[in-house]
């Protein structure tokens, strides 16, 4: 493997697997009386251009005046240089496509052409070799071997742009564009494209339907769905409390919940539960107003405790004779930190172990519910609530920031009629509406289940 021949006077070269077997070989023979000019790679030919093997070329020269350390400073175990050391510019390193760094030189400090541009430099040359003495059947063959040449070329050059970042495969950026019309965040999007390139190789990426496929199977994928409440075997009853910023729809929301207990509870020819619903607000004039109207047409309590202790009193009252109790809040400004913690120590009764839902609107702005969740944090809220869906078709912001934020969504709501417009979350109810993409409700389907919002025994 390890050829060397002087090339003149003080010069040599050697052939060698790689660098690092070079150096090793050359520190061997010659300790630190050597020093690497240059290296390079070469391709040693096979039969017509077929079995090429990647070599490495060295070339040396040796000169006992570059003893000038003594050989226990060097170590066999250093990856560094092993002979004399190198000026700190004749090499600059590059990453080949194995992914491995390669010293390559430089002249007065301009970095090499890519590993590409000198295979295409010496793509004639090689050729020119193979071609000598050939016969008709060899040129047939060479002129093949010569277009493989050529498309190994093109690939280098667009793995090489890829990783340098000066330009993406054509799928990605369409990805990219149609993802961005939904809203999707810049930092989701790199997630998506990190995905993509880790699941399919470059090839596949110009089959376009099994990209946006990919893409829509890792956006329903990250989508975490709450799992059902489940109410049985409780004592007392089960309280739900919804939080979140004025204007989300929390009254309407609470309302839509008795009601989808009451019409659940009908359809599976059972005892309707009994539903206590308490208002808090004291912020929102006409809040109690409208949620006894509600309680009204189904024939619902309703109690109002917006002072310290009312909950607890409300919650002790109840709490046997109640199926479910639940709590409308006020609702404040994410900005405003003192009244929501003032609303938190409201909330807080010793025993009544209440589910806490956070509720949002669908268009809400990414930078917005961020700011929501952190200062809504603190009520521990079991999971989300996304509210008049009916009011935008791109779901992307909000998708975004509640898989970023690792947060669960357990139903979606939509209009201002109570009954029928609060389902249970499902992928579809956020992936069919995507533009740009062709969504396959079947498969999804296959694979999630069907959207539960519309089956009779749902429970919610």
Known sequence: MYNEQQINSNQYEMLGATLEDC?????????????????????????????????????????????????????????????????????????????????????????????????????????KKLTEGSNVTNMLQVANLSKQIEKITEKLDKIEQAANGRSEHPSILKVDEALESNDFTRSFIEKINAHIKSALTYEQLDDYDLVQNTVIDFIADSIQIAPKFNSKGRKNAHVIIIVGPTGVGKTTTIAKMAAKLKVTAKEQKIEPPKILMVTVDKMRV???????????????????????????????????????????????????????????????????????????TADCKASDLENIIRNYESFDFRSVIVTKCDQTMSFGNVLSVLIEKNKAISMVADGQQVLHTLQRAHPLCFLKYMKGFNVDREHIIEKYGPEEGSEKNDEK
Do not use: C
């Open 23 to 127: 150096k090793r070989k050359l520190y061997d023979k010659y300790q630190e009386r050597y020093q690497i000019l240059t290296w390079k790679a070469v391709l040693k030919p096979g039969i017509l251009g077929f079995g090429q093997k990647e070599l490495v070329k060295v070339t040396y020269i040796i000169d006992d005046r570059l003893s000038y350390a003594s050989p226990k400073q060097y170590s066999r175990s250093e990856p560094a240089y092993y002979g004399r050391p190198m000026p700190s510019s004749p090499y600059a390193e590059i990453q080949d496509k194995s992914g491995y760094i390669r010293e390559i030189p430089t002249v007065n400090n301009v970095q090499p052409k890519p590993l590409q541009d000198s295979f295409t430099s010496n793509r004639d040359e090689i050729i």
């Open 286 to 360: 006409g809040a109690e107003e409208q949620l006894s109207h509600w309680g009204n047409i189904m024939d619902v309590e309703v109690r109002k405790g917006s002072e310290q202790g009312d909950l607890k009193e409300i919650y002790d009252s109840y709490k046997t004779d109640m199926d479910f109790i639940l709590v409308d809040t006020s609702g404040y400004s994410p900005r405003d930190l003192e009244n929501i913690a003032k609303m938190h120590s409201l909330l807080d009764v010793d025993g009544m172990k209440a589910d806490v839902y956070l509720a949002i």
